[in-house]
């Protein structure tokens, strides 16, 4: 009978988690830098706000700093579009 | 997006090597740079204008951080650190516009080997980035062993317990080199194909923007890493300092 087929099949149908994988990749990968670019914003705002002329000073270190959190984020991407390509 | 692949595809083969779309991004980039300087440095005149005169304040923007880290060293590494951050910066730029794109409602042109998209931006494919973290890599290593000898370098790459630590620390830099450019590039490059998809007109233009700036802050970040990290493997070796850089 058609259904008990279909039922067979069904079975025989390994699930595959990779999708799950890839998206638990870059959701829990982003948590850590999402933190570390708000602490970094964070406390230039508070040094911009004690010190408005030390903005031009702060605004390359900040940038560049921001690129490294924002890196291992990055990295749990790549991860992510690894798994995505696969399975 | 569909047409999309993570792994460069062939445009055409050159004596049996592949040449993929990135590969030819590169290329163009360099042609590109190497245009620019011809004209730039055509007619040189004392005090410069035009071209000149803002290629100048270029190269003197990059020659600024290289003495100010490393002194009057600095201006040896100017070369690679300003070549690095002048060829990703216009292959980053580059790589935004529509002919770069990649996707097959963008692109689909047969006469490539695989059959899709002849241009992607340059910095979107690992080999690409992973090349120049190699020549980082091994510049800084030969830097370091020309100027503290080999002995050191082995005392240095063996520092421990555990002695493997610092040898991880060393193979860490190049591949997270590599993988911050490649994945940030290529994160804008789905980024731009899936947002022009979505909503063709204007709001891809805002996503350009983001890019031109992601651009720009990558191709610094990999500059300055590289200054960092020669401007660190030149300092000649005393204890003191080699506690202060761990």
Redesign the interface.
């Given at each position: 009978m058609e259904l008990a087929q279909l039922a067979v099949q069904a079975q025989q149908v390994q699930p595959s988690f990779t999708p799950l994988a890839a998206g638990l990749a870059i959701g829990l990968g982003a948590i850590g830098p999402g933190i570390g670019v708000g602490l970094g914003v964070a406390k230039a705002m508070e040094a911009i706000g004690r010190n408005p002329e030390a903005t031009g000073t702060l605004f390359l270190p900040l940038?560049?700093g921001l690129?490294?959190a924002?890196?291992i984020a990055?990295?749990a991407?790549?991860i992510a579009?690894?798994l995505f390509?696969r399975a | 997006m569909e047409g999309f692949h993570l792994q460069a595809p062939v445009v055409f083969y050159l004596a049996g090597i592949p040449v993929t779309n990135t590969i030819l991004a590169a290329w163009l980039a360099m042609a590109v740079l190497i245009v620019v300087s011809l004209l730039a440095t055509r007619n040189m005149k004392l005090i410069p204008s035009g071209l000149q005169n803002f290629m100048e304040f270029a190269v003197e923007a990059l020659l600024s951080p290289c003495e100010q880290f490393a002194g009057a060293r600095g201006r040896s590494f100017l070369p690679l650190v300003g070549t690095l951050f002048f060829f990703i910066v216009t292959a980053n730029w580059m790589g935004i516009l529509p002919l770069w794109a990649e996707s097959d409602w963008v692109h689909h042109v047969e006469w490539t080997a695989e059959h899709t998209a002849p241009l992607r931006s340059a910095n979107s494919d690992l080999n690409v980035t992973a090349a120049m973290a190699v020549i980082v890599f091994l510049w800084v290593h030969a830097s370091f062993i020309r100027t503290n000898g080999l002995w050191a370098w082995i005392k240095h790459l063996t520092w421990g317990p555990p002695p493997v630590l610092e040898l991880i620390s060393e193979i860490a830099r190049p591949v997270s080199l590599a993988l911050r450019l490649f994945g940030n590039i290529l994160a804008g490059e789905v980024l731009l194909l899936v947002m022009s998809g979505l909503v063709p007109f204007a709001v891809p233009a805002l996503f350009m923007g983001f890019e031109l700036f992601v651009g720009i802050v990558q191709a610094l970040i990999f500059a300055i890493l590289t200054l960092a990290f020669l401007s660190l493997a030149t300092t000649s070796h005393g204890e003191e300092e080699h506690a202060a850089a761990h």
């Open positions: 940038i560049i690129a490294f924002e890196a990055i990295y991407l790549i579009f690894l390509g | -």
